[in-house]
């Protein structure tokens, strides 16, 4: 049986990915902002963006914002730490940003859809 809420959250992952790289791209290499500022800014903005499609698209869960928002926030804190201690980890020995980027962006990805689903939009179906 096709689970629709994982199909939707790789729609919605693969948009936010876009939208964290581009602007990524755009605060580094065009306007000239640090490295892990650049990165902060791309994953800020990115994440506002992904908290809305899940809870209005992905899961479909209105009720409790400010529930979910604090269980996302606490999620999306330890991905940020993961994040930018990854990418900086991968840039030391040698890897380029972008391509460090991707893979930490899979390695949150692998976790993000189970406690999304188990632990911010708990109960949806």
């Not at 306007?31 to 990115?46: L, V, Y």
Request: charged share 10%.
């Amino acid at each position: 049986m096709l689970n629709y809420s994982f199909f939707r959250y790789g729609i919605v992952g693969i948009l936010s990915v876009l939208i964290d790289f581009l602007l990524l791209f755009f605060c580094f290499n065009i306007m000239g902002i640090t490295q892990n500022i650049s990165i902060s800014i791309a994953f800020i903005i990115s994440t506002i963006f992904n908290f809305t499609m899940h809870r209005n698209f992905t899961f479909k869960k209105k009720n409790n914002f400010k529930t979910q928002l604090v269980k996302y926030v606490s999620l999306i804190s330890l991905s940020y730490m993961i994040t930018i201690l990854s990418i900086h980890y991968l840039v030391v020995i040698g890897f380029n940003l972008y391509f460090s980027k991707l893979l930490s962006v899979c390695f949150v990805y692998l976790y993000g859809y189970v406690f999304n689903k188990l632990f911010v939009f708990r109960g949806v179906k």
